[in-house]
Structure formats: structure tokens, C-alpha cells
């Protein structure tokens, strides 16, 4: 079947740390990524995208994410978490013209001050 | 200036009663949908719907029935609410069906049922 994997459930760090969260989708052929964010009591937001081009990308408030075709994956990075950056995150994959986005399980990000 | 709103935010009610949660965006987009994200938080699409017309209908009980009654309304109305309906339901929008337009998310309705 059809899928976006998030590895990690639950990833508790403290703050200054590094994070990667990881993303794998099992589809073949064109695809556009991205990674949304869910802070506690909010809407989800866009992080950031991938469609084409540079496969490092970069979005708001320090996130990266880098497409890796040959694994398909698009993990998520971070050079040193803050403690507002607690929140819910999303991979979300899309392969079509139809706005059909497939959604990840979701990773809970718990940053201790 | 609220981008993408829903109503009510909040919605608790007796199985087996009938219920409608309205979104509306003021973005300009021409593509809505609806979301449901179980008590795991797994994000599932329900519909879509581009320019007033269905574009995407999942696997999803004739219990809910979308309605968009112009391109920046979307309601989902539910009948005959059931247990396993309870959940928090996102609207989103989009400029497009174009699988790199970012859609944006109303702030969810968690609807419980008892």
C-alpha cells in the first residue's frame, strides 16, 4: 500500500540539541514533499516543501529537510532545537494533481527548557 | 483576519444525532478539503472539492455528506453520529489542485461523541 512512514513517535531532547526526524514514502515516480508542523492548541502550518530543484531545503525558523531519491526519504532537520519548537510534526506526500495529500503518523516533539 | 475558520470548535453530542461543522476561507483559494485525524493524531483526507465540484471522496461512510455552497464555504454535515466518528476534523484550502500548492488548515473542530 501506499505510504508515508515517520520513524519516530515520540522524541524528547533537551534544548541546544540537534534533531532529525525521519520520513520515507513508498511511492515511485514524482513526488512533492512536505513537512507540516502543529504547535500545541494551533492549526497546522507549512514548514517547508520539496517539488523540484536543490534537494536541501529550507524553511521556517531553522528547519531543513533534504530529499534523498534513492531512499525516499525527506527527514526533517534542526541545528539546535528551542523549547517553542514543541509541537507536532508532519511528512505529508503528494503525487498528484488532485491536492490528495498523504500524511505520516506524526512525531511529537517534547523540548525540555 | 482569520485565514481559514471552522465552526464550532468544540462539538459534543448523542450518537445517533445529525451535525454540521462549516469552514470558510477568505484566501481566494478554488480548492477545499476535509480532514479527520484520529485520537493516534493520523491525518486522513476525507473529501476535496475544486471550484464547488467533488474532486476527491476516500473510503468514507455515506454518513458524511460535504457541501460546498460557493468556493469559499465547505461544510460537512454527518448523520446518524456513531462512537468511532469522534475526532478532530480539519478544513484546509489550497490556490489550485496542483500537487505543489501548500494548503492551509482551519484551527480543527474536535467533535466527541457519547
Known amino acids: 500500500a501506499q505510504s508515508v512512514s515517520q520513524h519516530n513517535h515520540h522524541v524528547i531532547l533537551s534544548e541546544a540539541a540537534s534533531l532529525e526526524l525521519g520520513c520515507n514514502y513508498s511511492y515511485g515516480g514524482t513526488v512533492n514533499l512536505f513537512w507540516y508542523v502543529q504547535y500545541p492548541g494551533q492549526h497546522l502550518q507549512l514548514l517547508l516543501k520539496y517539488f523540484s530543484g536543490d534537494p536541501l531545503v529550507k524553511g521556517i525558523k531553522g528547519f531543513e529537510a533534504e530529499f534523498i531519491k534513492s531512499k525516499f526519504s525527506f527527514n526533517l532537520r534542526k541545528p539546535s532545537v528551542q523549547w517553542s519548537d514543541t509541537a507536532e510534526y508532519f511528512c505529508?506526500?503528494?503525487?498528484?494533481?488532485?491536492?490528495?495529500?498523504?500524511f505520516g503518523q506524526g512525531t511529537t516533539l517534547q523540548v525540555k527548557p | 483576519d482569520t485565514a481559514v475558520s471552522q465552526t464550532p470548535k468544540y462539538l459534543v453530542t448523542q450518537m445517533g444525532n445529525d451535525k454540521s461543522i462549516k469552514c470558510e476561507q477568505n484566501l481566494g483559494h478554488d480548492t477545499m478539503y476535509w480532514y479527520k485525524q484520529d485520537s493516534k493524531k493520523f491525518l486522513k483526507i476525507m473529501f476535496s472539492?475544486?471550484?464547488?465540484?467533488?474532486?476527491i471522496n476516500e473510503t468514507v461512510p455515506n454518513r458524511f455528506s460535504p457541501k460546498s455552497p460557493d468556493k469559499a464555504h465547505l461544510n460537512l454535515h454527518i448523520n446518524s453520529l456513531e462512537l468511532g466518528d469522534s475526532a478532530v476534523y480539519f478544513c484546509?484550502?489550497?490556490?489550485?489542485?496542483?500537487?505543489?500548492?501548500?494548503?492551509?488548515f482551519g484551527p480543527g473542530t474536535r467533535l466527541t461523541v457519547l
Open positions: 484546509a484550502s489550497s490556490p489550485g489542485l496542483a500537487g505543489v500548492a501548500e494548503q492551509f
Open positions: 472539492y475544486n471550484n464547488k465540484e467533488l474532486i
Open positions: 505529508a506526500v503528494n503525487r498528484s494533481n488532485t491536492g490528495k495529500l498523504i
